[in-house]
């Protein structure tokens, strides 16, 4: 059992696009995970707007897509602190694996097929 709905996930992904754009002024990061924070946070929060679930905004991503999406975007995060070079730096490398970790966490509690049985067909205004 999924302990995570579609729209509580939604929160989620809206809350962690604010604490991965907030991250490096809050916790001064230097200049290669500050934009690394950046660039995850705006492809976070496209994926997030473009993902059909109750929180999204344009629903063309299935939201089974978007749980793969998040996924590797968590493995991205987990692997930041090495593959960009900044794994000296302790308070974003910290910060990097922790916010993976709770990614992966999500990814995990969430029901991406909830939803999707219960979906009304779509309206077709022709009666097709």
Known sequence: MKLLSPRHHGYIDYAAVALLALA????RFGTVPTSVCYVT???HLVVTLLSDHP??????????????????????????????GFSAELPARTFFV???????????????????????????????
């Open 55 to 84: 929180l999204g905004a344009a629903r063309k991503i299935p939201f089974a897509v978007h749980g793969a999406v998040e996924f590797s975007i968590a493995v991205g995060l987990l692997a930041a602190p090495w593959l960009f």
């Open 41 to 43: 946070a705006l492809a």
């Open 98 to 128: 922790a916010a993976g970790i709770a990614l992966l966490l999500v990814v995990l509690a969430t029901s991406y097929t909830a939803g999707i049985l219960s979906r009304p067909a779509p309206y077709d205004r022709y009666d097709r």
């Open 24 to 27: 490096p002024l809050a916790l």
